[in-house]
């Protein structure tokens, strides 16, 4: 199975990074070596001293698929989830100014949270999830599907242009504004609504 996620996918976070608004979906990958395994802690890696969170509503496919149309889309998928995608910001920095892939930034072990998940049906309207991120106990990031530049549906058609979507592939839609630091300590806890997903401790 494959990770596969989207940036830049809500205006928000977008300007607070200073990046361009795309004028079209933002696609990188991560492998399933980075998934972080249930109920460890994630550990910082020696080689960022910035390492950030950015909580993402998650998409599991559940039959193949390739050349998908938006209004079939629906059919690829009966689980969402919540997760993190950790960035070594730092690192993601100096590959960005080199015009460089930044998957190291990305893509290194640890670096994906996968929550539980949810069978759609729960979450009423898929277009507007509200979930949030909190940070030892407070509230750092919120977000709702509703804000997204590409909804779920839409992502999926232009993801699966490009890669065949397998069972158990695992879509990342994107983070909203609040993106922060991690150290040490610090407790991470995702919600969807009022329903905990994850909870990891930082190492």
Request: glycine share 8%; hydrophobic share 40%.
């Amino acid at each position: 199975m494959k990770l596969i996620c989207i940036g830049r996918n809500y205006t928000e976070h977008i300007e607070e990074l200073e990046n361009e608004k795309p004028s079209e979906p933002v696609i990188f990958q991560k492998p399933d070596s980075a998934i972080l395994l249930k109920k460890q802690p994630f550990f910082i890696p020696d080689f960022s001293n910035d390492i950030h969170h950015e909580v993402e509503v998650l998409v599991k496919i559940n039959r193949i698929g390739k050349y998908i149309d938006k209004k079939f889309a629906h059919k690829y998928y009966n689980e969402i989830g919540l997760g993190i995608d950790f960035t070594a910001r730092d690192l993601q920095s100096k590959l960005k100014a080199k015009g460089l892939p930044w998957e190291k930034a990305k893509a290194f072990d640890g670096a994906a949270v996968v929550g539980k998940w949810i069978p759609k049906e729960e979450l009423g309207d898929i277009n507007s999830i509200e979930f949030s991120l909190k940070k030892n106990d407070k509230i750092v990031q919120k977000g709702n599907t509703s804000h997204m530049l590409w909804k779920i549906d839409e992502i999926i058609e232009y993801v699966s242009k490009y890669f065949t979507l397998k069972i158990g592939d695992i879509i990342f839609t994107g983070t909203p504004a609040g993106v922060g630091r991690v150290i040490p300590n610090d407790k991470l806890i995702g919600f969807i609504g009022n329903t905990e997903m994850f909870s990891v401790t930082i190492k």
